[in-house]
């Protein structure tokens, strides 16, 4: 498999499983029906870890095009690879939210709110002001980025699949601390890919996909692995 197919299989794998949880929470007539924020944060920290076991070995599983961007500024990456690990993580996420869509496909029509339809996809904030949280997703895409590559730093070694599940438990600490401003995309992928999915499908009484916020998941997450890869370029 190349790094190419591996990177948009772990998205799409990552997606399936993270923006599943999300619609079994979210959507009438589902049996994890209000099953809350908690189980939306492991869910999505298990869906990072299955992803990335899976496809780890292959492209190093990043899944993210903040954290794709980030460990290249942090010469942890080759540049030429990317612009290629990018389009996978897109293409992954949008044929995730595709799968999801089919697998709730009953369910889209028992729900009447356009808005928790939406959050199935997409991230959205909970007090709308641009700023605010364009600075909620910087910060935790900045923990996540520094967190991630702090791992590696003087000589800290885990042994074989430790870290993935240290990465999982860190996305749901993210999740659990800092996702109840904006449901922490703290990944361009994982919101945009899904988001055009939602545009797109024929989804039972969808409203609008709220475009004029899609570009604060997408560059604050890209600001906030910047700034951490300079943070660690900095102090390591």
Same mark, same amino acid.
């Given at each position: !498999?190349?790094?190419? +197919?591996?990177?948009? /299989?772990?998205? +799409?794998i990552l997606i399936i499983l993270g923006n599943g949880v999300v619609a079994g929470?979210?959507? $009438? =007539?589902?049996?994890? =029906?209000?099953?809350?924020?908690i189980v939306i944060t492991f869910g999505w920290g298990f869906a990072v870890m ?6 780890? *070995? ?6 993210? &095009? ?7 500024? #942090?010469? =942890? ?8 690990? /990018?389009?996978?993580? !897109? ?11 089919? *697998?709730?496909? &009953? *369910? ?8 928790? =339809? ?7 904030? #909970? ?5 605010? $949280? ?14 991630l590559l702090s791992f590696g730093a003087k000589g800290l070694v885990f042994s ?15 999740? +659990? ?10 990944? &361009? #992928? ?5 988001? /055009? #999915? *939602? ?21 604050? &997450?890209? /600001? ?8 660690? +370029?900095?102090?390591?």
């Amino acid at each position: !498999m190349s790094i190419f +197919m591996a990177e948009m /299989i772990g998205t +799409m794998i990552l997606i399936i499983l993270g923006n599943g949880v999300v619609a079994g929470v979210l959507l $009438n =007539k589902s049996k994890a =029906k209000d099953a809350g924020w908690i189980v939306i944060t492991f869910g999505w920290g298990f869906a990072v870890m299955v992803g990335a076991y899976v496809v780890g *070995h292959i492209s190093g599983a990043y899944l993210n &095009p903040a954290l794709t961007v980030g460990f290249a500024v #942090a010469g =942890k990456l080759a540049w030429a690879q990317v612009f290629p690990m /990018i389009l996978a993580q !897109m293409i992954g996420a949008f044929l995730g939210a595709v799968v999801v869509w089919l *697998h709730y496909l &009953p *369910h889209w029509k028992e729900t009447d709110d356009q808005a928790a =339809k939406l959050a199935v996809f997409a991230t959205g904030p #909970a007090i709308r002001s641009s700023f605010a $949280n364009l600075i909620s997703e910087i910060i935790g895409t900045a923990l996540l980025v520094f967190v991630l590559l702090s791992f590696g730093a003087k000589g800290l070694v885990f042994s074989d699949g430790v870290q993935t599940l240290a990465v999982a438990f860190l996305i749901v600490a993210i999740g +659990m601390s800092l996702g109840g401003t904006t449901g922490y995309a703290i990944n &361009p #992928a994982r919101d945009l890919g899904p988001r /055009i #999915a *939602h545009a797109i499908l024929p989804i039972a009484g969808k409203g609008s996909s709220d475009w004029k916020y899609a570009w604060i998941p997408v560059v604050g &997450p890209c /600001i906030g692995a910047l700034l951490a890869a300079w943070l660690y +370029m900095g102090l390591f």
